[in-house]
């Protein structure tokens, strides 16, 4: 194997796994560490530099950095990254005047961007500061998107969401409130440098099954929860069921027994090990009383008189025939109800942009749409968020504003949208003196800190009572010590090396070989001091050794980042660096 | 030192022995040992060789004196039995100790000071009496816990740190264990594990006292240029002379058995070891070659390495002096002190 190029950054950001993870990359180690110091204000800024919305990411967002997490590699759960988030927010002072601002003297470059959820947000967020003139489209008459009127309010209180929507549209957007774009084409004809799509995925899949049209009750989730926030429906009918399990599922049924429902369903095709909700959000909804039905098909909808009194089902049985998974009818039953809400996904729609613009859309009539760039067929036209490539979620539709934006940057002074910026990284020695580490690179064997909830009457009493409490003081410092550092690599140098063995022989999981280089890689694998069977982690090598001309193998999967190695080296061949991603932004480039 | 103990996680491929034991378990202390000492790798090799022999740690002593290497038995086993003596007495008590108890598994640790200075005489009596023990001398060529002076296997001309040279003549170990019977001679070096564990595995199983000089460089006060113990120039010098592949009583023997080099000695517990000699003209079942080659090699300023001389048929400590084969401490009280009258018929003899 060649020796591994850790001059690059990708490989010591892979190592960092949450922030491998996280769509928009996160510094999440640094940001806890901050934490832990009680330097709130730090993390919320640096937490904001790349997913810019903090406080409403804390409570809500998806968390691909969890699953990644090596902490639940070596110890079963990760750390809890995106509720500490949540407290460097809530415990922040004002910070308003270390915000980025937008300069006096514009550089005279407009940018349209329509709708004003996290993905056009994230954008204006990006450019006010460079001095372009941002304009954002709403349909609504407020920011915020799907956050503001499909999330509900006991899972995200709408004055967080007011606070940080407000730190970028106060920076200096020309906001477009109660309007509609209605025709890119005469959007385009204003002249714009640059137009953005940020519309999101606004539609609530139908299922057209007999019954579907012949009774009220029957409602979709995505515009049935924007009617509970705009106060238009107030109340629901005793006996609910929901079709689907996914997020939107969860927070209909958990918004039905807040209107009054008192049975609610949750119906689902498959078994729970196929649910697209998260973990916790299934979890939180069968606390509050939620049932969940497995291996049930909605056949149609039985209505007596004009009024829907139940659905029919088919109870299905899923085996698996040459690895796929087939059903099998086995009867059929139904189940009473008043109100059935349909949550089996988001469309998107756009009725609004003429197919002559140069715009193209592929044959299920989305827009054709670089990964990388986001740019559409048109030059100067940008999809991101839901508008892109369908429904994901509020950090992916930050990442997309991020380098949509960079796109835009590039686009409206004439560059290749395509030679993006590079990352770069600093890599600064963690040693402050013999045995002493500028980090806490002990162990911590905490277990994870469960979280607070209000007791089950009080939420009940109103939609905006915030379900989860946070984490008490106490519970987040010992939370943030579960970190494992990953961020303070262990940098090797070899030509320091004597070859003693004294880090392989200390690393507590056996993280470290010395070996010959002459096997290809799945074989050397094997035969490490513990075999690297985790193929998703790297494996280090290091250039030949000095004294036998073998090398130093590290396999990365559980290094707990102790710095024993670095503490036992004779020679400090083995050092903790502290590795900061340099990430590119609109008119932030580091190489 | 360091600055954290040993987080408690492992790697999640790691196995577990026969006995259900992780090497976690054969693990002690943290060393305080200097970053990079030779005696860390050669306790490390101790654990491996323990974890994969599935050895009880309850069944298993750990007998040391005085210097950096005897403060190691401090860093394996920590449910072991143990015996910390005083400077250089570490061979009698363990011959005391296996006396009254040959049941238990006795590892001695010393270093060169321990063993061939002070307690030159306590580790040749040993030897005589084949005490049934694995003797793991780390020899560094000074006394590394009292800051560098040399010992007495430092050769002629090696240079301390300051850059004086020795003018003494150095003992080598191997060449006095087999002047004075010893039954398993070997050396090795610390930063060879592959080497090393296999002989400390074969040491473990032989039936008598088992040496085992093993280079392991002071990082602190003996591994600069000009010195004949430090890692580069043990790399450099080392020769191996014999190769041993352990063979567990459950593995099949995998060495070819016809090569006409390849010697197997089915050792005391079962087991056995094949030896390759490396020099068609070596046997490492001869005192007296093994002896020559050794003293060649020193003599042309080169380390002779590998399990040098094996012989299983020898006498130990017990069967020379017909002792009881129970544990004195199993012995029912009446048999171990059998009272006035039966001392009387005794003196009665000698009257
Ligand atoms: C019920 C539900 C719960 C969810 N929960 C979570 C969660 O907990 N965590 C998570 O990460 N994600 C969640 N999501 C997904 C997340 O809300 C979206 O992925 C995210 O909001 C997408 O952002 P966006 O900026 O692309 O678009 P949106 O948030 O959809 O914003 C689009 C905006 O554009 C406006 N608009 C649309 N068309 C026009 C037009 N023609 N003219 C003017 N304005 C227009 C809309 O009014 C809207 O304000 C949830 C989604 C739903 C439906
Ligand atoms: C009776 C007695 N004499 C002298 C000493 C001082 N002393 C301590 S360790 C040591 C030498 C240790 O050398 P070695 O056995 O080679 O161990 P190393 O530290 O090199 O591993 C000496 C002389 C002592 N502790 N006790
Ligand atoms: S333990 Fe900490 S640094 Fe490591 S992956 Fe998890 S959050 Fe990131
Ligand atoms: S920091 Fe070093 S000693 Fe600690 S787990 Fe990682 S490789 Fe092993
Ligand atoms: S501890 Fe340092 S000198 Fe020793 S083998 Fe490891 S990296 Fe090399
Ligand atoms: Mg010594």
């Not at chain 1, 929860?225 to 107030?234: A, N, R």
Request: glycine letters at 8%; proline letters at 6%; a negative charge.
């Amino acid at each position: 194997m060649p020796p591994t190029d850790v001059a690059n950054p990708r490989y010591y950001h892979k190592v960092v796994d949450c922030q491998w993870a996280c769509p928009a990359h996160t510094n999440v180690p640094q940001y806890l560490r901050l934490i832990g110091l009680g330097r709130y204000d730090d993390s919320y800024l640096l937490n904001r530099q790349s997913n810019v919305f903090p406080g409403i990411l804390g409570r809500t967002c998806d968390r691909p950095c969890e699953p990644a997490c090596r902490r639940g590699r070596v110890d079963e759960k990760p750390v809890a990254i995106c509720r500490l988030k949540r407290v460097a927010a809530d415990l922040r002072g004002d910070i308003t005047d270390r915000l980025p601002k937008a300069p006096a003297q514009k550089n005279g470059k407009r940018v349209a961007l329509i709708g004003a959820g996290p993905s056009s947000l994230t954008v204006a967020n990006d450019l006010l500061p460079l001095g372009y003139d941002v304009t954002i489209y709403e349909r609504h008459t407020k920011p915020g998107g799907l956050m503001r009127f499909n999330i509900p309010a006991f899972r995200l209180p709408e004055q967080v969401l007011d606070e940080e929507c407000g730190y970028i549209v106060d920076m200096g957007a020309t906001m477009k409130y109660g309007t509609t774009v209605d025709s890119m084409k005469a959007l385009i004809a204003e002249g714009y440098d640059a137009v953005y799509v940020g519309s999101g995925a606004p539609r609530g899949k139908d299922l057209e099954i007999p019954g579907r049209w012949d009774a009220p009750a029957i409602l979709t989730g995505m515009e049935w929860l924007s009617s509970v926030h705009f106060g238009h429906v107030q109340k629901i009918d005793k006996r609910v069921i929901i079709i689907g399990v996914g997020n939107t599922a969860m927070d209909c049924c958990r918004t039905s027994l807040r209107l009054g429902a008192t049975d609610v369903k949750v119906v689902a095709r498959r078994s729970r090990e196929f649910f697209k909700a998260s973990p916790w959000e299934l979890e939180d909804a069968e606390h509050e009383g939620v049932q969940i039905i497995e291996n049930h098909a909605p056949k149609q909808f039985v209505i007596e008189n004009g009024r829907l009194v139940g659905m029919e089902f088919e109870r299905l049985q899923w085996s698996t025939v040459d690895g796929r998974q087939k059903s099998t009818v086995l009867d059929t039953v139904v189940i009473p109800c008043d109100a059935v809400i349909l949550a089996i996904g988001q469309d998107n729609a756009f009725p609004w942009i003429e197919r002559d613009l140069g715009i193209e859309f592929s044959d299920t009539q989305m827009p054709v749409v670089d990964k990388v760039t986001h740019q559409s067929s048109r030059p100067g036209v940008y999809f991101g968020g839901d508008a892109a490539w369908g429904p994901q979620n509020i950090i992916w539709a930050v990442e997309h504003g991020h380098q949509a934006a960079i796109s835009i940057h590039l686009h409206c002074w004439g560059r290749d949208v395509t030679a993006r910026p590079a990352p770069g990284m600093t890599l600064v020695s963690a040693k402050l003196g013999l045995h002493a580490w500028s980090y806490n690179n002990d162990y911590n064997p905490s277990p994870r800190a469960t979280m607070q909830h209000e007791a089950l009457v009080r939420r009940f009493e109103s939609m905006n009572v915030e379900v989860e409490l946070g984490f008490t003081p106490e519970q987040s410092a010992r939370e943030v010590e579960r970190c494992l550092n990953c961020d303070l690599e262990t940098h090797f140098a070899a030509d320091l090396c004597i070859e003693c063995d004294a880090c392989v022989d200390v690393c507590p999981t056996s993280c470290l070989t010395i070996t010959q280089n002459h096997s290809p890689v799945d074989e050397l694998r094997q035969r490490l001091s513990a075999p690297a069977l985790n193929a998703t982690q790297e494996i280090y090598v290091s250039t030949l050794l000095p004294q036998t001309k073998r090398v130093m193998v590290k396999d990365e999967d559980v290094c707990l980042h102790c710095g024993l190695c670095a503490d036992r080296c004779p020679t400090a061949a083995w050092d903790m660096r502290q590795f900061d991603l340099l990430k590119p932004y609109a008119g932030v480039e580091h190489r | 030192m360091s600055s954290i103990t040993k987080p408690p996680i492992r790697h999640p491929s790691l196995q577990k022995n026969a006995l259900g034991l992780s090497k976690q378990d054969y693990e002690g202390g943290m060393s305080t040992l200097c970053a990079g000492c030779g005696h860390d790798s050669v306790t490390a090799a101790l654990i491996q060789a323990f974890w994969e022999l599935d050895l009880p740690p309850h069944r298993a002593a750990k007998m040391s004196g005085i210097g950096c290497s005897s403060k190691t038995t401090g860093y394996f086993m920590k449910q072991s039995h143990g015996f910390n003596s005083v400077h250089g007495r570490m061979p009698s008590v363990t011959s005391g100790a296996n006396a009254a108890n040959r049941d238990l598994t006795y590892i001695g640790v010393s270093g060169d000071g321990d063993s061939l200075s002070i307690g030159l005489g306590q580790m040749a009596h040993a030897i005589r009496r084949n005490v049934n023990m694995l003797y793991v001398l780390e020899n560094n060529g000074v006394y590394g816990l009292t800051k560098g002076q040399f010992s007495a296997s430092a050769d002629v001309g090696s240079k301390s740190k300051k850059g004086e040279a020795n003018e003494q003549n150095p003992i080598d170990p191997l060449l006095l264990a087999l002047t004075l019977g010893a039954t398993f001679v070997a050396r090795s070096f610390s930063g060879d594990k592959q080497q090393l564990i296999p002989i400390i595995k074969a040491g473990l199983a032989h039936h008598g006292f088992a040496l085992i000089d093993i280079i392991s460089p002071c990082v602190s006060f003996n591994d600069h240029e000009g010195s004949t113990k430090s890692y580069a120039h043990t790399r450099a010098q080392s020769v191996e002379l014999v190769e041993a592949d352990f063979v567990p009583l459950r593995r099949e023997i995998r060495l070819p058995a016809q090569h006409p080099a390849v010697s197997v000695v089915k050792l005391h517990d079962g087991s056995s070891v094949c030896l390759r000699a490396t020099d068609g003209s070596y046997d490492p079942n001869d005192r007296d070659t093994a002896y020559q080659h050794v003293r060649a090699c020193q003599s042309r300023g080169e380390v002779a390495t590998g399990l040098l001389f094996v012989d299983e048929a020898a006498r130990d400590l017990h069967d020379m002096n017909r002792t009881v084969a129970t544990p004195l401490a199993e012995l029912p009280f009446e048999v171990l002190c059998p009272g006035k009258g039966a001392l009387d018929t005794l003196m009665a003899r000698y009257r």
